[in-house]
Structure formats: C-alpha cells, structure tokens
C-alpha cells in the first residue's frame, strides 16, 4: 500500500473508526496527515512498522478532532518519532486506554512519563526498547501505575532495580508483563512484583540475568 492508496482510500471513507496499517512500510506522513484531516470519529490506529511517519504527522494528528477521541495508538517501530510526538499525544489523547512505543528508540523518557500522567484511562503499554526511559522517569511514573493491566519493558537498557522497583509497588492491577532483557533488575524487584501483582498471569524474564533461581522460586 503506498501514500497515494491509502490517500484515495481514506477520502472515500471518512467516517472510519478504526485502521489497522500496521508493516505498510512504505506509507508516510502524507497518510497519516490525511487520516488527521480526514478521519473525525477515529478511535483505533495502528502504524506499527511505518517507519517513514514523522513528528509533524503524529503532532497533526494529537492535535486534530479525532485526538482527543483516540483509544487505541500503536506506533512501535515508527524510528523517527521523538519524544515531540509523545508530548503532543500527552497534551490531547487523553482518552488512550492504549499505547504502543515499542522500538521507538529517540523519543524521550520525560515525555513518557507526561503521557502516562496526562492518560488517565491508560491500561496497557508497550514501551519496550525505549531506551530513553530511565529509573528516575519511572519513578515519577510508578503512582500511576497501578491502572495498568498489561506492560511491556523488555531490552529498556537504562532502566535498573532502582527505578522498576518503585514501578512495581504499585503494579495492584498487572496481569501480563514482560521484562525480558531487563540485565540490570535483580531479585528484591521481582520479590516485590510477585507481591503487590496478585493478578499477574503472564511475566516473561527471559535475559533478566540478575535474577537467581531463589529469587524466581521466592516469586513463583
């Protein structure tokens, strides 16, 4: 599917609710600048693997009438977007129950944690390989955390057992996690997880290797 397709496509149906785009690699910011102008009653978009969107289309589209109406934003391995897109996505789609950052490498921890403060109805997110996201972002984000059901965090390589550990004190409503790749958490975390997340069904830990088998079974 190119620009020009998904142009046509879009201009034919406007009053759509939701798109699914996602490894339509070669879509660019013309698509999802028109989706913003065109798409009133969106509430589910899926760009995942777009790699040519940009700060100033997903800015366009926080900032259109639907953005305030989206529930559901999913941009993993959209490798242009900063943390410009996220704090716009902050400032007007506060409705999001869900995100996904995944793979998306530049944009800022700071502006992470903006959005999850500003989303009251977020439950679940995907920020894994935000590498920007650090222990001192999550522990402003961590009393925010107990509406989140579902959590993806693997291969974060800045964030340690100081920053999840606040994370995970408040974690009352997880039922899915993964944390794998995280190196540097080590037992008490996972202690402390195994806790407060008397809902969790679902941790995946594969590569967190300052986990030891005590630690695991202490948790099981």
Do not use: Y
């Given at each position: 599917v190119s620009d020009a397709g998904m142009v046509e496509l879009i201009r034919k149906t406007p009053r759509v609710q939701s798109i699914d785009a996602s490894w339509c690699a070669?879509?660019?910011?013309l698509s999802l600048a028109t989706i913003a102008?065109?798409?009133?009653?969106?509430?589910?978009?899926?760009?995942t693997g777009c790699p040519m969107i940009n700060d100033i289309a997903v800015v366009s589209l926080a900032n259109s009438y639907a953005g305030p109406r989206l529930t559901s934003l999913k941009?993993?391995?959209?490798?242009?977007?900063?943390?410009?897109?996220?704090?716009?996505?902050?400032?007007?789609?506060?409705?999001l129950t869900e995100i996904n950052l995944g793979a998306c490498e530049r944009v800022r921890g700071?502006?992470?944690?903006?959005?999850?403060?500003?989303?009251?109805?977020?439950?679940?997110?995907?920020?894994?390989?935000c590498h920007q996201l650090s222990d001192t972002n999550l522990s402003r984000m961590a009393p925010h955390f107990?509406?989140?059901?579902r959590l993806r965090m693997g291969y974060c390589?800045?964030?340690?057992?100081?920053?999840?550990?606040?994370v995970a004190r408040f974690?009352?409503?997880?039922?899915?996690?993964?944390?794998?790749?995280l190196r540097k958490l080590t037992d008490p975390s996972l202690v402390k997880l195994s806790e407060v997340a008397r809902r969790l069904v679902h941790l995946d830990v594969r590569g967190c290797l300052g986990f030891s088998r005590g630690g695991i079974d202490a948790a099981a």
């Open positions: 070669k879509l660019g910011s102008d065109s798409c009133p009653d969106l509430s589910s978009l899926d760009m941009l993993q391995s959209c490798e242009l977007l900063t943390g410009d897109s996220v704090q716009a996505i902050a400032n007007r789609c506060t409705s700071s502006a992470i944690a903006d959005m999850m403060m500003s989303c009251p109805l977020l439950t679940s997110m995907d920020l894994t390989q107990t509406r989140i059901r390589r800045n964030v340690s057992e100081d920053g999840f550990r606040d974690c009352h409503s997880l039922e899915r996690c993964d944390l794998r790749g």
